[in-house]
C-alpha cells in the first residue's frame, strides 16, 4: 500500500488530523480537506475507498473504524456525511464533537445549514473551515469567534456589493 | 437554487452550478463543463481587460470544475493576480484557489510567496490571516524556506491581534512538520511556552498543537511547559460549567483546549516537582470524579465531550504507569463503559482497556472483566467493535485464563466475519504457543483451528506446529495419534493434510503399535486424501511416503507401486515426478542403513522469533504489537523450542538440510518463496547419481514486498564511498564496536549485535565542532543487487539538528536475506557553516557476523570436509600475513570471525580448523576452514555447500 506509507513518511510523528470529506448519502464529494501532502491520484483512491466503507455502515453502528493505518471518525447529518481521518493515538470523541462543532458552524451561518448551501456556496464552507481548523489543528473552538470573523469578510463584501453594481453578473 | 442567504454571491456561478446539477447524465455534464471552460478560456484570453469580480467568478468556477474532479490546467495566473487585489474578497477566492490547486510552478511560487510578503507586513489583520491560511494549507518547502523566519517574529509579537497570533502558531506548526530544518524556535522557544498563559483562550488552544509538536522533538528546550500546562489544566478543571464562556461546550469547560492540555503532558514523565505533580494527580482525580456525576445536559454532545478529556486522562494515566491507585480507577470506570448504551464508548472503553491491560498495576484490574468481553464477542452487532473485544481478550490473555480465552476465540471463529478471521486465526496460534504450559492442548488448539478456519490458517502457523512437535518429544505421540484421528473426517481441511501427512511421516511409528493405526492403515489413509490436494500438499506426501519406507519397511512394496504408477511417475507436474523417480530409486538402490541416514528424523528447529508473531506484527501495521511482546514472543519461542543447546542441531541440521533432498526445506526457509527442495545437490556420495538429474539448485532472491527498503534515491547525489572506509571496515571483520569514521566534524561509533540472520546496529554520530549540524540527514542504501540480499530498515531517523558537542543515535535493524559480497552503503548529509557535507561510508555488515559456531568431533569435520570437495565449493588460497603470527591473536580473530576454533581435531596442531553456519533468512550454509600457518605464508583451504568468494575475500583481508 504505498498510498499510506507515503502518509507515514510523514518525517515526524504528530497528531493532526489528515483530512476531512464531506459527501452525500450517493456519495458525492461536497467537500475535500488534506492536511497531509498527498497526489490527485492518490486523494481520488482515498475518497472512492473512504466513501464505499462508510456508505456500507449500518445506521446505529459505532462512529470510529480502523482503516489502513487510520482512523476514520464519521458522522452522519440529514443527507451528509461528515468524515474525518485521524492518527492512531488521536482522541476519537474530540474530533466528533469537531465534526459537530463545524456543523454548527455551518447551521448558523447559512441558518439552518442544508446540502444545497453546501453545494451553492462551497467556497463559504472551506472559508469557514479554515477559521475553525487550520493545518489540521482546532484554531479557534469558539462559535462566536468564529463567526465574527466569517461575518467580518462579509461586511467587506457586501460594501463592495452596493458600490458596484452586479450588472456583469449574467454570464 | 436556493437564496443566497450571506455575502454577494455570484450569480453566474449560481447559474452554472445549477446547470450542472440538471445535468441528466454524466456526458451532459462533461459538455456542459467544456463548454465553460472554453468560455472562461476566451474570457481570461479577450482583449479586455477583466475586472476583479469577473475574474474571481471565473476562478471560483473552475475552482468549482475542478473540485468537480476535473482537471484544470489554466487559470493560475489569474488567480495570482486576485492575491494582490485590495478586495477582501477577490484575495480570499484567490488563496483559496492556490490553496486547494497547489502547483510546484516555480515561477508561480515566486509570485505566490510575493503577494503572501505582502500581506504579511501589510498590518492588515484579515489579510495577514489569509497569507497564514495559504500558507498552512501549502505548507510547502519554498514557502517553508520563505517564511519560517518571519513567522515566530509575528507570533510572539506584542502587538499582533489574537485572530493573527492563532493562525500564525498552526501555520507554524505546519512548516515545522514540513521543514523541520528551517523552523528555528532558538531565541522564541520561552515566549512561545509562555502562551500557555494567554488571557486568550483561543490563542492558547492554537499554541499548544504548537507546543505539543516542537516538545515532542526538543523535550528538554520545552520543559517548562509541563508546570504551564498544568496550572492551565487546573484552571480549566475546576472552574465552573459558565465561567468560560464561549469556550465552553455543552456545559463542559474548554474540552479541545483540555484534551489538548493532557496531550502535551503525555509528551514528558510525571513532574518532578512534587507540588506540580500533588496539583495534576489532583486534576487526573477532579476528571474521574466528574464521570461519576449526573450529566448537567441529556445531549450526546455534553458526554463526548466530557468523556474525550476522560479518555486523553486515562491515557495520561496509562502514559505515566505509576500511579496504581488512578489506573485501578480508570479501569473500573472503563468497565462501566463496557456496558454502556452507547456503541461508541463501548467500542474506546474496550480499546483503552487494552493498554490498561499491559500495565502490572492495572492488568489484574482488567482481567475482572472477563466475562463482559467475552459476551461483547459474542453479542455486539457492529464487527468493528467485536474487533476490539477480540483485541481487548488477546491483551488480558495469561497463564491464569489462557484456556478459556483460547476457547471462546476460537468458539467465536466459527462464525466470525471473514475480515477478521485471520487475524482470529494468527491471535490464537500465538496465545495457545505462548501458554502452553501441556503440548497436547496447543496441538490440540492448533488442529481444531484448522478444522474451524483452515482457509485462514496460514503457512506459518501449520509450520509452527510441526516445528513444536519436533522440537519436544513429549508430544510427538499425542500428536501423530490426534492428527490421524483428525483425518479420518471424511472432509478435512487440506492444511490438516499437510501435517498429518508431516508428523506422520516423522513419527507414525509411535502409533503403529495400535492395529487400528498399522502402518499401512495410516498410509492408506493419508493416500485417500492424496488426489484431492494441490500439488505442493501431494508433493509432501511423497516425502511423507518415502519416509514410511524408511519407518516400516513392511510399506515398501506397496508405497513403491503407487510411486511406480504412471500418474506419479509420469506426472505432468514436474516437481512430483521428479519426487516419484526419486523416490523410487532410492528406495530399491539404498541399503536400509543409507535410507535410515537420509531418511532420518527431522533434527530440532533452531531457536526463532514466531514467525506467526511477525506476520501478525506485519497485518497489523507496525507499532500494533509491542516490541516487549515481540520479546515475550521469543523468550516463550525459546523455551519452546528446548533451551539453548544449540550450535551442534543447527549443523547437524544444515548438513542434513544439504544432504537430504527433501521437501521439509520449505518448512526452514518459513517462506512461501522459497523453492521447494531448494536443497543443494551434495558432492562425494551415493547420492551425487541418484540426484544428479536435479542439477544446482540456485536460492531464490528474496521476494521484498514490504516495502521498508528505500529505493527512493536522495534529493543530492550521495558522494562516492570513501576510499579509506575500506580499511576501516576491515576493523570490524572481528569485532561488533568501535569508531567507524572520525574527521574534524563527526565522529561515527558504532555498536552492532547479531542473532542468527538478524542484526541491529546502533549508530552513533558525534558533533565535535562547537557549532550546530543543520539539515543533517542518513540514508542507508545497498548498492547494485545487494538489496535482495540484506534487508535493513531503518528504526529512528535522525533529527536535522546536531548541536555543538551533542551525540545523536540511530538504530538500524539488518536481516540476511541470501548471502551477499558487498557492505551497504551509509550516506551522511549535513550543514556545517553553511557548507554542505556529504560522505559516504561502507557499513561493516559482513556475511561472518551471521556466523554460528559449530562443535564438532575431528571424524565429522573431515567426513563433512570430504563430502564439499566440488570445485565450487571449495576455495584456497595462499596468502601472506599482514600481521603478527601470535597464536592467541589468531586465535582470538578466528573466534571474532564467529566461527567455533575446534581443538583436537586436525592431525596437525599446527594448524587451526574452524566450523560454522551462516545464518540467512532463506537458507543455512554450512563453512568448514582449515588454517594452515607455516613460517613464511599462510595457507587457507575454506569449504562450504555454496560458493561464495567474499567470504573468502573477508577472511584473507581479517587474517
Same mark, same amino acid.
Given at each position: 500500500m504505498p498510498l499510506i506509507t507515503s502518509i507515514c513518511a510523514f518525517p515526524l510523528t504528530t497528531h493532526c488530523m489528515q483530512f476531512m470529506l464531506l459527501f452525500s448519502r450517493q456519495g458525492k464529494l461536497r467537500l475535500q480537506k488534506w492536511y497531509v501532502p498527498l497526489s490527485d491520484k492518490e486523494k481520488k483512491k482515498i475518497t472512492r475507498e473512504l466513501v464505499q466503507t462508510v456508505l456500507a455502515r449500518k445506521p446505529k453502528m459505532c462512529s470510529f473504524l480502523e482503516w489502513r493505518d487510520l482512523k476514520i471518525v464519521y458522522k452522519r447529518y440529514a443527507s451528509l456525511y461528515f468524515c474525518c481521518a485521524i492518527e492512531d493515538q488521536d482522541n476519537e470523541l474530540i474530533t466528533l464533537e469537531i465534526i459537530h462543532r463545524y456543523v454548527e458552524l455551518l447551521d448558523k451561518y447559512f441558518g439552518s445549514v442544508c446540502e444545497l448551501d453546501i453545494i451553492f456556496n462551497f467556497e463559504k464552507a472551506y472559508f469557514i473551515l479554515d477559521e475553525f481548523l487550520l493545518g489540521g489543528e482546532a484554531q479557534e473552538t469558539s462559535k462566536k469567534n468564529v463567526l465574527k470573523a466569517i461575518e467580518q469578510a462579509d461586511l467587506l463584501q457586501e460594501v463592495r456589493h452596493i458600490t458596484e453594481s452586479a450588472w456583469s453578473d449574467s454570464v | 437554487m436556493p437564496a443566497v442567504s450571506k455575502g454577494d454571491g455570484m450569480r453566474g456561478l449560481a447559474v452554472?452550478?445549477?446547470?450542472?446539477?440538471?445535468?441528466?447524465?454524466?456526458?451532459?455534464?462533461?459538455?456542459?463543463?467544456?463548454?465553460?471552460?472554453?468560455?472562461?478560456?476566451?474570457?481570461?484570453?479577450?482583449?479586455?481587460?477583466?475586472?476583479?469580480?469577473?475574474?474571481?467568478?471565473?476562478?471560483?468556477?473552475?475552482?468549482?470544475?475542478?473540485?468537480?474532479?476535473?482537471?484544470?490546467?489554466?487559470?493560475?495566473?489569474?488567480?495570482?493576480?486576485?492575491?494582490?487585489?485590495?478586495?477582501?474578497?477577490?484575495?480570499?477566492?484567490?488563496?483559496?484557489?492556490?490553496?486547494?490547486?497547489?502547483?510546484?510552478?516555480?515561477?508561480?511560487?515566486?509570485?505566490?510567496?510575493?503577494?503572501?510578503?505582502?500581506?504579511?507586513?501589510?498590518?492588515?489583520?484579515?489579510?495577514?490571516?489569509?497569507?497564514?491560511h495559504c500558507i498552512a494549507n501549502v505548507g510547502s518547502r519554498e514557502m517553508a524556506e520563505a517564511f519560517a523566519s518571519e513567522i515566530p517574529r509575528i507570533l510572539v509579537a506584542g502587538d499582533t491581534m489574537d485572530s493573527v497570533k492563532q493562525s500564525a502558531a498552526l501555520c507554524l506548526l505546519r512548516l515545522y512538520k514540513t521543514s523541520p530544518d528551517l523552523v528555528l524556535m532558538g531565541e522564541w522557544t520561552s515566549r512561545v511556552v509562555h502562551l500557555l498563559n494567554d488571557q486568550h483562550m483561543g490563542v492558547v488552544t492554537a499554541a499548544i498543537s504548537l507546543i505539543t509538536c516542537l516538545s515532542q522533538k526538543n523535550p528538554d528546550?520545552?520543559? @517548562?511547559?509541563?508546570?504551564?500546562?498544568?496550572?492551565?489544566?487546573?484552571?480549566?478543571?475546576?472552574?465552573?460549567?459558565?465561567?468560560?464562556?464561549?469556550?465552553?461546550?455543552?456545559?463542559?469547560?474548554?474540552?479541545?483546549?483540555?484534551?489538548?492540555?493532557?496531550?502535551?503532558?503525555?509528551?514528558?514523565?510525571?513532574?518532578?516537582?512534587?507540588?506540580?505533580?500533588?496539583?495534576?494527580?489532583e486534576c487526573l482525580e477532579t476528571?474521574?470524579?466528574?464521570?461519576?456525576?449526573?450529566?448537567?445536559?441529556?445531549?450526546?454532545?455534553?458526554?463526548?465531550?466530557?468523556?474525550?478529556?476522560?479518555?486523553?486522562?486515562?491515557?495520561?494515566?496509562?502514559?505515566?504507569?505509576?500511579?496504581?491507585?488512578?489506573?485501578?480507577?480508570?479501569?473500573?470506570?472503563?468497565?462501566?463503559?463496557?456496558?454502556?448504551?452507547?456503541?461508541?464508548?463501548?467500542?474506546?472503553?474496550?480499546?483503552?482497556?487494552?493498554?490498561?491491560?499491559?500495565?502490572?498495576?492495572?492488568?489484574?484490574?482488567?482481567? @475482572?472483566?472477563?466475562? @463482559?468481553?467475552?459476551?461483547?464477542?459474542?453479542?455486539?452487532?457492529?464487527?468493528?467493535?467485536?474487533?476490539?473485544a477480540a483485541d481487548l481478550l488477546y491483551a488480558m490473555c495469561d497463564r491464569s485464563n489462557a484456556k478459556q480465552i483460547v476457547a471462546e476465540m476460537l468458539s467465536y471463529l466459527e462464525t466470525a466475519d471473514y475480515s477478521i478471521r485471520e487475524e482470529m486465526v494468527l491471535k490464537v496460534a500465538i496465545l495457545a504457543e505462548k501458554y502452553a504450559v501441556d503440548y497436547s492442548w496447543y496441538v490440540d488448539t492448533i488442529l481444531n483451528l484448522?478444522?474451524?478456519?483452515?482457509?485462514?490458517?496460514?503457512?506459518?502457523?501449520?509450520?509452527?506446529?510441526?516445528?513444536?512437535?519436533?522440537?519436544?518429544?513429549?508430544?510427538?505421540?499425542?500428536?501423530?495419534?490426534?492428527?490421524?484421528?483428525?483425518?479420518?473426517?471424511?472432509?478435512?481441511?487440506?492444511?490438516?493434510?499437510?501435517?498429518?501427512?508431516?508428523?506422520?511421516?516423522e513419527f507414525g511409528n509411535l502409533i503403529a503399535g495400535d492395529p487400528r493405526s498399522?502402518?499401512?492403515?495410516?498410509?492408506?489413509?493419508?493416500?485417500?486424501?492424496?488426489?484431492?490436494?494441490?500439488?505442493?500438499?501431494?508433493?509432501?506426501?511423497?516425502?511423507?511416503?518415502?519416509?514410511?519406507?524408511?519407518?516400516?519397511?513392511?510399506?515398501?512394496? @506397496?508405497?513403491?507401486?503407487?510411486?511406480?504408477?504412471?500418474?506419479?511417475?509420469r506426472n505432468s507436474d514436474v516437481e512430483l515426478q521428479q519426487r516419484a523417480v526419486e523416490y523410487l530409486k532410492l528406495s530399491s538402490i539404498a541399503s536400509t542403513d543409507v535410507l535410515a541416514t537420509v531418511l532420518e528424523e527431522m533434527p530440532p528447529f533452531p531457536e526463532r522469533e514466531s514467525s506467526i508473531l511477525a506476520k501478525l506484527k506485519k497485518k497489523k501495521g507496525p507499532g500494533a504489537v509491542s516490541v516487549s511482546e515481540l520479546e515475550e514472543g521469543k523468550r516463550e519461542g525459546g523455551e519452546l523450542n528446548g533451551g539453548s543447546d544449540r550450535g551442534a542441531d543447527t549443523a547437524a541440521m544444515a548438513a542434513s538440510n544439504a544432504s537430504t533432498p527433501s521437501p521439509q526445506a520449505d518448512l526452514l526457509g518459513l517462506r512461501s518463496t522459497a523453492p521447494v527442495g531448494s536443497a543443494a545437490p551434495s558432492a562425494g556420495s551415493l547420492l551425487v547419481d541418484v540426484f544428479s538429474e536435479a542439477g544446482p539448485a540456485t536460492p531464490s532472491a528474496a521476494v521484498n514486498d514490504d516495502g521498508f527498503l528505500s529505493s527512493a534515491p536522495p534529493s543530492e547525489d550521495p558522494a562516492p564511498p570513501l576510499s579509506e572506509a575500506d580499511e576501516l571496515l576491515n576493523k570490524f571483520v572481528c569485532k561488533n564496536n568501535g569508531v567507524l569514521f572520525e574527521n574534524q566534524l563527526l565522529q561515527i561509533g558504532i555498536k552492532s549485535e547479531y542473532r542468527q540472520n538478524l542484526g541491529r546496529m546502533y549508530l552513533f554520530y558525534g558533533n565535535k565542532t562547537s557549532v550546530q549540524f543543520a539539515s543533517f540527514t542518513t540514508t542507508v542504501s545497498c548498492p547494485g543487487d545487494l538489496q535482495s540480499h540484506i534487508l535493513y530498515m531503518q528504526e529512528h531517523f535522525v533529527e536535522p539538528l546536531v548541536e555543538g558537542g551533542a551525540q545523536v543515535q540511530q538504530v538500524l535493524n539488518i536481516e540476511c536475506l541470501t548471502d551477499f559480497c558487498d557492505a551497504p552503503l551509509l550516506n551522511i548529509k549535513f550543514r556545517y557553516g553553511g557548507a554542505l557535507q556529504n560522505l559516504t561510508l561502507k557499513l561493516p555488515v559482513t556475511i561472518n557476523k551471521f556466523f554460528q559456531p559449530t562443535e564438532m568431533a575431528s571424524h565429522d569435520f573431515f567426513q563433512r570436509w570430504k563430502q564439499l570437495s566440488q570445485p565450487q565449493q571449495e576455495a584456497q588460497k595462499i596468502f601472506k600475513a599482514n600481521h603478527s603470527m601470535d597464536t592467541e591473536v589468531l586465535k582470538a580473530k578466528l573466534l571474532g570471525l564467529g566461527t567455533a576454533l575446534l581443538d583436537n581435531v586436525d592431525p596437525n596442531p599446527e594448524n587451526y580448523v574452524c566450523a560454522g553456519v551462516i545464518q540467512t533468512k532463506n537458507q543455512q550454509v554450512g563453512c568448514l576452514l582449515r588454517l594452515e600457518p607455516n613460517a613464511q605464508a599462510q595457507v587457507l583451504s575454506h569449504t562450504h555447500t555454496h560458493t561464495h568468494t567474499h567470504t573468502h575475500t573477508n577472511l584473507y583481508s581479517c587474517l
Amino acid at each position: 500500500m504505498p498510498l499510506i506509507t507515503s502518509i507515514c513518511a510523514f518525517p515526524l510523528t504528530t497528531h493532526c488530523m489528515q483530512f476531512m470529506l464531506l459527501f452525500s448519502r450517493q456519495g458525492k464529494l461536497r467537500l475535500q480537506k488534506w492536511y497531509v501532502p498527498l497526489s490527485d491520484k492518490e486523494k481520488k483512491k482515498i475518497t472512492r475507498e473512504l466513501v464505499q466503507t462508510v456508505l456500507a455502515r449500518k445506521p446505529k453502528m459505532c462512529s470510529f473504524l480502523e482503516w489502513r493505518d487510520l482512523k476514520i471518525v464519521y458522522k452522519r447529518y440529514a443527507s451528509l456525511y461528515f468524515c474525518c481521518a485521524i492518527e492512531d493515538q488521536d482522541n476519537e470523541l474530540i474530533t466528533l464533537e469537531i465534526i459537530h462543532r463545524y456543523v454548527e458552524l455551518l447551521d448558523k451561518y447559512f441558518g439552518s445549514v442544508c446540502e444545497l448551501d453546501i453545494i451553492f456556496n462551497f467556497e463559504k464552507a472551506y472559508f469557514i473551515l479554515d477559521e475553525f481548523l487550520l493545518g489540521g489543528e482546532a484554531q479557534e473552538t469558539s462559535k462566536k469567534n468564529v463567526l465574527k470573523a466569517i461575518e467580518q469578510a462579509d461586511l467587506l463584501q457586501e460594501v463592495r456589493h452596493i458600490t458596484e453594481s452586479a450588472w456583469s453578473d449574467s454570464v | 437554487m436556493p437564496a443566497v442567504s450571506k455575502g454577494d454571491g455570484m450569480r453566474g456561478l449560481a447559474v452554472f452550478i445549477s446547470d450542472i446539477r440538471n445535468c441528466k447524465s454524466k456526458e451532459a455534464e462533461i459538455k456542459r463543463i467544456n463548454k465553460e471552460l472554453a468560455n472562461i478560456r476566451s474570457k481570461f484570453k479577450g482583449d479586455k481587460a477583466l475586472d476583479g469580480y469577473s475574474k474571481k467568478k471565473y476562478v471560483c468556477k473552475l475552482l468549482f470544475i475542478f473540485l468537480l474532479g476535473h482537471d484544470i490546467d489554466f487559470g493560475h495566473m489569474e488567480a495570482v493576480n486576485l492575491l494582490s487585489s485590495n478586495k477582501y474578497t477577490e484575495k480570499q477566492i484567490g488563496y483559496l484557489f492556490i490553496s486547494v490547486l497547489v502547483n510546484s510552478n516555480s515561477e508561480l511560487i515566486r509570485l505566490i510567496n510575493n503577494a503572501i510578503k505582502n500581506d504579511l507586513s501589510s498590518r492588515n489583520p484579515t489579510f495577514m490571516c489569509l497569507a497564514l491560511h495559504c500558507i498552512a494549507n501549502v505548507g510547502s518547502r519554498e514557502m517553508a524556506e520563505a517564511f519560517a523566519s518571519e513567522i515566530p517574529r509575528i507570533l510572539v509579537a506584542g502587538d499582533t491581534m489574537d485572530s493573527v497570533k492563532q493562525s500564525a502558531a498552526l501555520c507554524l506548526l505546519r512548516l515545522y512538520k514540513t521543514s523541520p530544518d528551517l523552523v528555528l524556535m532558538g531565541e522564541w522557544t520561552s515566549r512561545v511556552v509562555h502562551l500557555l498563559n494567554d488571557q486568550h483562550m483561543g490563542v492558547v488552544t492554537a499554541a499548544i498543537s504548537l507546543i505539543t509538536c516542537l516538545s515532542q522533538k526538543n523535550p528538554d528546550e520545552f520543559k @517548562t511547559c509541563v508546570s504551564l500546562a498544568v496550572s492551565r489544566l487546573s484552571r480549566i478543571v475546576s472552574s465552573a460549567s459558565t465561567d468560560l464562556q464561549d469556550y465552553t461546550y455543552y456545559f463542559v469547560p474548554a474540552p479541545w483546549l483540555s484534551c489538548k492540555l493532557l496531550r502535551l503532558l503525555q509528551c514528558y514523565p510525571p513532574p518532578e516537582d512534587g507540588a506540580v505533580k500533588g496539583r495534576l494527580v489532583e486534576c487526573l482525580e477532579t476528571i474521574l470524579n466528574k464521570a461519576q456525576e449526573p450529566p448537567k445536559s441529556k445531549k450526546v454532545q455534553h458526554s463526548n465531550a466530557k468523556n474525550a478529556i476522560l479518555f486523553e486522562a486515562i491515557s495520561l494515566i496509562i502514559h505515566y504507569d505509576s500511579e496504581p491507585n488512578l489506573l485501578v480507577r480508570a479501569c473500573n470506570q472503563l468497565g462501566q463503559f463496557l456496558q454502556h448504551r452507547e456503541t461508541n464508548l463501548r467500542y474506546l472503553a474496550l480499546e483503552s482497556m487494552c493498554t490498561l491491560a499491559s500495565s502490572e498495576f492495572s492488568h489484574e484490574a482488567v482481567k @475482572t472483566h472477563i466475562e @463482559t468481553v467475552i459476551n461483547a464477542l459474542k453479542t455486539e452487532r457492529d464487527v468493528s467493535v467485536r474487533q476490539r473485544a477480540a483485541d481487548l481478550l488477546y491483551a488480558m490473555c495469561d497463564r491464569s485464563n489462557a484456556k478459556q480465552i483460547v476457547a471462546e476465540m476460537l468458539s467465536y471463529l466459527e462464525t466470525a466475519d471473514y475480515s477478521i478471521r485471520e487475524e482470529m486465526v494468527l491471535k490464537v496460534a500465538i496465545l495457545a504457543e505462548k501458554y502452553a504450559v501441556d503440548y497436547s492442548w496447543y496441538v490440540d488448539t492448533i488442529l481444531n483451528l484448522i478444522r474451524i478456519a483452515g482457509d485462514y490458517v496460514s503457512e506459518e502457523v501449520w509450520y509452527r506446529v510441526i516445528q513444536i512437535v519436533i522440537n519436544r518429544d513429549d508430544v510427538q505421540g499425542y500428536a501423530a495419534k490426534t492428527v490421524f484421528e483428525a483425518l479420518q473426517a471424511p472432509a478435512c481441511h487440506e492444511n490438516m493434510v499437510k501435517v498429518g501427512g508431516y508428523i506422520l511421516g516423522e513419527f507414525g511409528n509411535l502409533i503403529a503399535g495400535d492395529p487400528r493405526s498399522s502402518p499401512l492403515v495410516q498410509f492408506n489413509l493419508l493416500h485417500s486424501k492424496f488426489h484431492l490436494c494441490s500439488v505442493p500438499t501431494r508433493a509432501l506426501l511423497l516425502s511423507a511416503y518415502i519416509k514410511f519406507i524408511n519407518l516400516f519397511p513392511e510399506t515398501k512394496s @506397496t508405497i513403491q507401486e503407487v510411486l511406480r504408477s504412471d500418474s506419479q511417475i509420469r506426472n505432468s507436474d514436474v516437481e512430483l515426478q521428479q519426487r516419484a523417480v526419486e523416490y523410487l530409486k532410492l528406495s530399491s538402490i539404498a541399503s536400509t542403513d543409507v535410507l535410515a541416514t537420509v531418511l532420518e528424523e527431522m533434527p530440532p528447529f533452531p531457536e526463532r522469533e514466531s514467525s506467526i508473531l511477525a506476520k501478525l506484527k506485519k497485518k497489523k501495521g507496525p507499532g500494533a504489537v509491542s516490541v516487549s511482546e515481540l520479546e515475550e514472543g521469543k523468550r516463550e519461542g525459546g523455551e519452546l523450542n528446548g533451551g539453548s543447546d544449540r550450535g551442534a542441531d543447527t549443523a547437524a541440521m544444515a548438513a542434513s538440510n544439504a544432504s537430504t533432498p527433501s521437501p521439509q526445506a520449505d518448512l526452514l526457509g518459513l517462506r512461501s518463496t522459497a523453492p521447494v527442495g531448494s536443497a543443494a545437490p551434495s558432492a562425494g556420495s551415493l547420492l551425487v547419481d541418484v540426484f544428479s538429474e536435479a542439477g544446482p539448485a540456485t536460492p531464490s532472491a528474496a521476494v521484498n514486498d514490504d516495502g521498508f527498503l528505500s529505493s527512493a534515491p536522495p534529493s543530492e547525489d550521495p558522494a562516492p564511498p570513501l576510499s579509506e572506509a575500506d580499511e576501516l571496515l576491515n576493523k570490524f571483520v572481528c569485532k561488533n564496536n568501535g569508531v567507524l569514521f572520525e574527521n574534524q566534524l563527526l565522529q561515527i561509533g558504532i555498536k552492532s549485535e547479531y542473532r542468527q540472520n538478524l542484526g541491529r546496529m546502533y549508530l552513533f554520530y558525534g558533533n565535535k565542532t562547537s557549532v550546530q549540524f543543520a539539515s543533517f540527514t542518513t540514508t542507508v542504501s545497498c548498492p547494485g543487487d545487494l538489496q535482495s540480499h540484506i534487508l535493513y530498515m531503518q528504526e529512528h531517523f535522525v533529527e536535522p539538528l546536531v548541536e555543538g558537542g551533542a551525540q545523536v543515535q540511530q538504530v538500524l535493524n539488518i536481516e540476511c536475506l541470501t548471502d551477499f559480497c558487498d557492505a551497504p552503503l551509509l550516506n551522511i548529509k549535513f550543514r556545517y557553516g553553511g557548507a554542505l557535507q556529504n560522505l559516504t561510508l561502507k557499513l561493516p555488515v559482513t556475511i561472518n557476523k551471521f556466523f554460528q559456531p559449530t562443535e564438532m568431533a575431528s571424524h565429522d569435520f573431515f567426513q563433512r570436509w570430504k563430502q564439499l570437495s566440488q570445485p565450487q565449493q571449495e576455495a584456497q588460497k595462499i596468502f601472506k600475513a599482514n600481521h603478527s603470527m601470535d597464536t592467541e591473536v589468531l586465535k582470538a580473530k578466528l573466534l571474532g570471525l564467529g566461527t567455533a576454533l575446534l581443538d583436537n581435531v586436525d592431525p596437525n596442531p599446527e594448524n587451526y580448523v574452524c566450523a560454522g553456519v551462516i545464518q540467512t533468512k532463506n537458507q543455512q550454509v554450512g563453512c568448514l576452514l582449515r588454517l594452515e600457518p607455516n613460517a613464511q605464508a599462510q595457507v587457507l583451504s575454506h569449504t562450504h555447500t555454496h560458493t561464495h568468494t567474499h567470504t573468502h575475500t573477508n577472511l584473507y583481508s581479517c587474517l
